[in-house]
């Protein structure tokens, strides 16, 4: 074995939001990347449209920066636990972690995931304590819960015994000896720390050239390009390869193209040798988890375990009255072939067929994993239906299990009462409750993961935007009984048409309304949330009839409740068994299964 000892190989790992991009942002700038009179975005490793519109990481990223003559390779993943694929491979690639803790909210429940996946894979942790400039922040209690949380997970004295350093990405500096009147002025102490403390790849230099393929990338010019660390050996350009697939099949091939990772970009190289990320192209039919080697020595290396979906949906091709309307991709041959692509890199996710040659059920991590593939799609010109989402049960020693969510929810003490008695009734049980800062509770559940569904909007009314919520799977339980499905029923268009203020006003007084005035609507659409626990049908269509008689007040103006805007997410958690979300380009609209009335009172009499 050989230490390349100028090559550290890191990730960054945190719970959601707690500024892992926005530190690589300030490591970058310090080490040169940028021009000093370059302009550069804010969470410049956050390139997908998505990430910048959400303000969160989705795909692991590489980037490279060098400090004193040692190159940092370093892996900036998500936080948001529906995106714990990308994590776990991510960290493949790392010898070390950054662990990034918020000064204020401490430990949270991806904090745990992500931590528990390090040690596992026994990478070397350092602690940072990021934002303590904020208010309010409590940076040595947080050391210590981190510490308590190492425990938890069966840290080695070893991993115990790491680091700490206190930091703010946002003004780019980090510190050892951390007081609120004396705060760092640079990065530097980060920098020493990585090098000195984050072990160098052990890697084999001489031998046979062996590499995981741990991510994928895409160049319309060369196509797929395998990204890794070299476990084994040396790479040339023009070098024979084979690629060891987890099915035992193999492919030859040769590197066409070879990259090392710089700043932002990929620099080409003509050869690269063990310990360092970099970048293959020339194996056309390469995938995550394939192993590239040497032909004279193929011998392909144990990929991660990926933990397995938990929700799924079925995307089936639009049949609605205005299908075709807006898409570019419409048939069943478009909806598979670009199912089936997106488990190219996407490794988390699972696509079946069906019964029906239009429907595919979709498994994912969560309700953000699959609604980030459904939002992409629709960007990329697909037009589908999704239904609602489900959870995946298992059979475990002949009982029938459901996924289990730590869930963790910060709200003011007032709140309290109303979140308890919102949880409990979705099969919650309370594991601990503990007051925080500025007159805030924390509260742990852990309930069914079905219970979770549509719960995060009516969380956000009950505490008028104040609550926190964050969970994680915890694992599989015994079925904990019946949950209540959604307890309001939906109101749904009478006829195909155009919505009138007139028969909104008059549709208006049963609930809340989803559209407003001069929206193309079909029958069996839904157009609003009726206020009793049952459907009723409205005609939003229905025009004012003329008449000779005019009496006083008759002709003013209407007035409309301003309508309810569902995003996505609030589509999804809306719609129920009997009901479909038609998702294209422009349009979101839920919609019943069976759209014509006298139908639906055939099949629900039945029933």
Wanted: proline share 4%; glycine share 8%; hydrophobic share 35%.
């Amino acid at each position: 074995m050989t230490n390349r000892e100028n090559i550290r190989n890191i990730a960054i790992i945190a719970h959601v939001d707690h500024g892992k991009t926005t530190l690589v942002d300030a490591m970058l700038r310090q080490c040169g990347i940028f021009r000093e009179n370059e302009q550069v975005e804010e969470r410049v490793m956050d390139s997908n449209d998505l990430e910048r519109e959400r303000g969160i990481t989705i795909l692991a990223k590489n980037t490279a920066l060098y400090y004193k003559d040692v190159k940092i390779n370093i892996i900036d993943t998500p936080g948001h636990a529906d995106f714990g694929g990308e994590v776990e491979r991510g960290l493949e690639m790392a010898d070390g972690v950054l662990l990034l803790v918020d000064a204020f909210e401490g430990c949270m429940p991806q904090t745990r995931f992500v931590l528990s996946k390090a040690l596992a894979l026994d990478l070397r942790p350092i602690i940072v304590v990021n934002k303590v400039d904020r208010p309010n922040a409590r940076p040595y209690e947080v050391v210590d819960e981190v510490l308590d949380l190492f425990i938890d997970l069966g840290a080695s004295e070893e991993q115990i015994d790491t680091p700490v350093i206190f930091a703010s990405g946002r003004d780019g500096w980090a510190t050892a000896e951390y007081s609120p009147e004396k705060q760092g002025e640079d990065l530097k102490e980060l920098f020493e720390l990585i090098v000195n403390e984050i072990p160098c790849p052990n890697c084999e230099d001489s031998g046979a050239f062996q590499m995981l393929v741990s991510n994928i990338d895409y160049d319309e010019y060369t196509g797929r390009i395998a990204v890794g660390k070299i476990q084994r050996g040396r790479i040339k350009t023009g070098m024979p390869l084979v690629s060891c697939k987890a099915d035992g099949k193999r492919q030859n091939g040769k590197a066409v193209k070879l990259y090392t990772f710089s700043g932002l970009s990929k620099a080409v190289a003509d050869e690269l040798g063990a310990g360092d990320v970099i970048a293959v192209s020339g194996i056309t039919d390469i995938n995550i988890g394939d192993t590239l080697c040497d032909v004279s020595t193929p011998e392909p290396l144990p990929f991660v375990k990926i933990d397995e979906p938990v929700l799924s949906m079925t995307f089936s091709v639009n049949d609605s009255p205005f299908a075709g309307k807006d898409g570019k991709f419409v048939t069943s041959r478009h909806l598979r072939d670009r199912l089936f692509r997106e488990l190219d890199s996407n490794i988390s996710l699972r696509v079946e067929e069906t019964d029906s040659t239009e429907a595919f059920t979709v498994s994912g991590r969560g309700e953000l994993h699959l609604s980030v593939l459904i939002e992409n799609m629709r960007r990329e010109g697909y037009e589908f239906q999704v239904s609602n989402p489900v959870v995946i049960y298992k059979n475990i020693d002949g009982v029938k299990c459901e996924p289990i969510e730590r869930l963790t929810v910060d709200v003011p003490e007032e709140f309290t009462g109303v979140i308890m008695d919102g949880i409990i009734a979705r099969r919650g049980e309370m594991t601990n409750m503990e007051p925080t800062a500025q007159n805030y509770t924390r509260l742990e559940f852990l309930i069914p993961s079905r219970g979770l569904i549509g719960y995060r909007s009516e969380m956000l009314t009950a505490t008028k935007g104040t609550g926190i919520i964050n969970s994680i799977l915890e694992g599989y339980e015994p079925y904990k009984g019946e949950i209540k499905p959604r307890n309001r029923g939906a109101l749904i268009a009478w006829e195909t048409g155009t919505s009138i203020t007139y028969g909104l006003y008059n549709a208006q007084e049963r609930g809340t309304l989803f559209i407003g005035a001069g929206v193309e609507v079909y029958e069996g659409m839904i157009v609003g949330e009726n206020a009793r626990n049952e459907d009723i049908v409205v005609n939003v269509c229905k025009k004012k009839h003329a008449t000779n008689t005019r009496a006083s007040g008759s002709d003013d103006a209407l007035k409309l409740v301003p309508p309810k805007d569902l995003s996505l997410e609030q589509c999804l958690d809306f719609i129920a068994d009997d009901e479909l979300l038609e998702v294209t380009p422009k349009h979101l609209r839920m919609r019943k299964r069976i759209l014509k009335t006298d139908l639906r009172a055939k099949a629900r009499a039945r029933s």
